[in-house]
């Protein structure tokens, strides 16, 4: 039997190159995505673009009202903030941080992967470009592994337990966009702005637009996504 | 300041002691009870209920829309069994088993607990009624509290990460009972059952209820809840 993962999919650049990856590896994929309060549905059309592009067994859209908690920019009226420089993305968990998020949306992966019986769960955490995130650090990653292995159906019955994969946590943006590009991903369909246009450009901007302009231009290659303005042209390293 | 605590609350026996608990140890609680596509709104009424009599600062009820992943007979059309011996309650995990629901009912109460900046979550597990739930287990929640220690702001910026509760987990139905009765919990206002009628009453039969009236009769009380039937007269131990 073709074994089968659950890939949480947000139709951003990672999601979408970590379900890219998973399919490369032969799984057939449960990919999961929430519908959480984002401000804009452009990410869920990017993610059911990405989906239908790389091909899953079935696509889970999960309502998930996070917004009824508060507490972060992506999910209030809050400002993104814009055109930050390194020094400052790097100086501490930024307003868009949303409370135990990755948490959360792991534990549903986890549900998922009961119901449909997968034993991977792919999650397209970056611990390099993780903007300063708690809940994208490997050690994070490593206590949820071991919470997942005590938390299901097998950890009492047997079997193989839950395994998380999460093969970007050491890549920098430009080698994930080289893997993905490697394997065919189309990242013009993939969406990663904080506060896109309702028409689904990107700002350019915030911190998710500069760290993946940056990553373009670090493989000399232009972002197919669309912008608001013409992102700076590419540079070579 | 006085110390705030979220507290898990489904309205039934143990998670209104554990607010109870909660309550008496000088927390400012902030209870939270899921709408999960439970069959019956019975639980939620219970809640409130429960939530008003013991007082709270705020009873937040968010959505969840764990019956979209189906897994359980608590969120679908499945049967819910009736009439288990001991043995048969004993024998591996029921049909009413949630895939990773206190995985998921803990991951989002560790997010409110950073909106509200509580410190402490409290939980009404026990591990000696559990019915076989993996995740009712001590070493499931020594997991998730070095989860919970990693996941949020405190990991990263400093001061004291969220502690995990769980006051019931070595108690039995029977002692539960008497801690809350100490505490003046009126138990007519919690709803246990898996498969209540639509006016509230408890069906006496399912798992749930067995376990339920077991401890007030082990107590020598009568369950002041209401039963579609009258419950057999308690038994002195």
């Known amino acids: 039997m073709t ?26 994929v449960h990919a999961l995505t929430f519908r959480y309060g984002q401000r804009h549905q452009v990410e869920l059309e990017a993610a059911r673009a990405v989906a239908a592009h790389l091909g899953v067994a079935r696509h889970w859209i999960l309502p998930l009202e996070l917004r009824a908690l508060g507490g972060s920019a992506l999910t209030t009226e809050a400002e993104v903030p814009k055109g930050r420089s390194e020094a400052e993305r790097a100086a501490g968990i930024p307003v868009t941080y949303v409370p ?40 994070f990653l490593a206590a949820f592994q071991r919470l997942a292995h005590l ?28 893997r993905g590009l490697a394997l065919g991903v189309d990242y013009g369909l993939t969406r990663s702005c904080y506060d896109p246009t309702v028409s689904g450009a990107a700002c ?16 000399g290659l232009r972002d197919p996504a669309p912008y608001c303005q013409e992102p700076p042209p590419p540079q070579g390293q």
Chains 1, 2 share one sequence.
């Open 100 to 139: 135990a998020r990755n948490t959360i949306f792991l534990s549903l992966a986890l549900a998922l992967a009961e119901v449909v019986d997968a034993r991977d769960i792919f999650i397209g955490i970056s611990a390099v470009d993780s903007s300063g995130y708690p809940d994208c650090r490997p050690e």
């Open 204 to 219: 350019g901007a915030c911190d998710a637009c500069l760290l993946r302009l940056r990553g373009f231009a670090e493989c």
């Open 3 to 28: 074994p089968r993962a659950v890939v949480l999919l947000s139709g951003g650049l990672d999601s979408t190159t970590t379900l890219a990856l998973a399919r490369s590896q032969g799984f057939e």
């Open 151 to 178: 938390a299901t159906r097998a950890a009492v019955e047997g079997g193989r337990p839950v395994t998380l994969q999460a093969p970007l946590l050491h890549l920098s943006k430009a080698q994930i966009i080289q």
